[in-house]
């Protein structure tokens, strides 16, 4: 008898057959990529002769629950998903694990019994979804009127996510706001405190937010008369704080040279009197050494004295008239003999 029993549920699950209507609404499940979920199964018979679960018209389990005298049998109709079919708790509620996008459509549940006419059905609605990812805004055309700033913000999805919902938070110093819908009209003027900007996506497993856009940043141009006057006042601190630096730099600059230069000298004199020069010889005057007699010298002896004289010709106006003189001058000796 077990035989055929499980005979019949392997050409039960081979043969195509008309599935009987669902009774009641399909109940909504939704599961995340990579995650699993439960479709939970409540049984109100008592004699129960098989358990079916269907996918798109497509057996995935057929299970014959125990008996007294043996254990219940569990039917996997294709191999890939026998790793991600479980019954927890060893009931009859499917748990599929590992979901992907293509798991998402409508499963089915039949229960056969014989004391029921037809069997009864359940069916289920199962949506798979993906986590958000940060969603981006694109910032519309701004008209700037009488310093009031006027564009609008839109928020959406990279990937286009399916069944995405989206909000915004008003954020300033006073209130905080909340809007629905994926665009946000912004009206801003200058004279009012900074606003802040946030786009919140949600789907039924997660949600994510934006990064917060200010109004100021968004609407530079809004102040109308006043914005000159600003970009001129950040323009000459700007260039007031360079200057600043540029003194301070050239200041550092040259303190640091003039150190270098200070070691530099003290090391070149340290270097100087720390190496052993020779001495410098100096030049050595040469002297004549004039030797001298021994003998004294003789005293001077008027007698003996000899005295010359010497008659110099006086100048001639005529030399063709003069007859020749010698060249020698005349000397006339006197010798005193005593």
């Not at 499963?107 to 029921?116: A, C, D, K, M, W």
């Not at 900007?197 to 917060?212: G, K, L, R, W």
């Not at 070691?263 to 009197?273: I, M, T």
């Amino acid at each position: 008898i077990a035989f055929f029993s499980v005979l019949w549920l392997v050409l039960e699950n081979l043969c195509p057959r008309s599935w009987p209507a669902a009774s009641g609404i399909p109940k909504k499940l939704v599961g995340a990529i990579g995650g699993s979920v439960i479709f939970p199964l409540n049984l109100s018979v008592n004699l129960v002769d098989s358990i079916i679960w269907v996918f798109n018209s497509t057996t995935l389990v057929t299970i014959q629950p125990k008996t007294a005298g043996k254990k219940a049998l569990v039917i996997v109709t294709q191999k890939r998903n026998m790793e991600r079919v479980n019954f927890p708790h060893e009931g009859y509620s499917l748990k599929l694990s590992r979901l992907k996008k293509n798991d998402s459509g409508i499963y089915r549940v039949e229960i056969h019994s014989s004391t029921l006419q037809d069997p009864l059905t359940q069916e289920y609605e199962l949506h798979v979804y993906e986590y958000l990812s940060k969603p981006k805004v694109v910032i519309g055309l701004q008209e700037n009127k009488n310093g009031t700033c006027v564009t609008n913000l839109t928020c959406s999805m990279e990937h286009g996510e399916e069944d995405v919902t989206y909000s915004w938070k008003s954020l300033d110093q006073t209130t905080n706001e909340s809007y629905r819908g994926s665009i946000l009209p912004i009206s801003w003027r200058w004279e009012k405190s900074d606003m802040t900007f946030i786009c919140m996506a949600s789907n039924p497993i997660s949600s994510n937010s934006s990064n917060p856009i200010f109004a100021q940043n968004l609407c530079e141009g809004a102040a109308g008369g006043q914005a000159p006057y600003v970009v001129l006042y950040v323009l000459l601190s700007f260039f007031l704080l360079c200057s600043l630096a540029l003194v301070l730099i050239i200041f550092i600059i040259r303190r640091e040279r003039k150190k270098e230069i200070i070691e530099e000298k003290k090391e070149l004199d340290s270097h100087q009197k720390t190496l052993p020069f020779p001495p410098i010889p100096e030049e050595m005057p040469e002297y004549d050494t004039i030797s001298t007699f021994n003998g004294t010298i003789p005293e001077e002896n008027p007698a003996n004295t000899i005295y010359s004289t010497v008659h110099i010709a006086p100048k001639v106006t005529e030399p063709h008239s003069l007859p020749m003189l010698s060249d020698t001058p005349t000397a006339s000796f006197y010798n005193n003999v005593m």
